[in-house]
């Protein structure tokens, strides 16, 4: 079982950007697809990014284009670059693992603290 923690979010103006990072531990990251959600208050989860074991990668309508969605395999570690941020962008963001069935899905039984993302003027 691979285990998650989420972690660089925090409080960035209109246009700013952010990096986050989900450091994993107990298995490799390229045995997976890994994703990156965000959950604002009152809304579904919703996958914005994901990336494949070979390296494939996918984004919602909403962040193609200012997110970006990169692994360091020897950090075994999965990021999240977030450019020209919205207030819409508000919200938490998790990352998880699992098949691509799974993390298209968003079917996993557990989900770590995520970390904060405000946009905010």
């Known amino acids: 079982q691979v285990q998650l923690v989420e972690s660089g979010g925090g409080l960035v103006q209109p246009g700013g950007s952010l990096r986050l990072s989900c450091a994993a531990s107990g298995s490799t990251i390229r045995l997976y697809t890994m994703g990156w959600y965000r959950q604002a208050p009152g809304k579904q989860r919703e996958l914005v990014a994901a990336?494949?074991?070979?390296?494939?990668?996918s984004y919602s309508d909403s962040v193609r284009g200012r997110f970006t969605i990169s692994r360091d395999n020897a950090k075994n570690t999965v990021y999240l670059q977030m450019n020209s941020l919205k207030p819409e962008d508000t919200a938490v963001y998790y990352c998880n693992a699992g098949s691509a069935r799974e993390v298209a899905s968003a079917n996993f039984p557990t989900w770590g603290q995520g970390t904060q993302v405000t946009v905010s003027s």
């Open positions: 990336i494949a074991g070979g390296g494939s990668v």
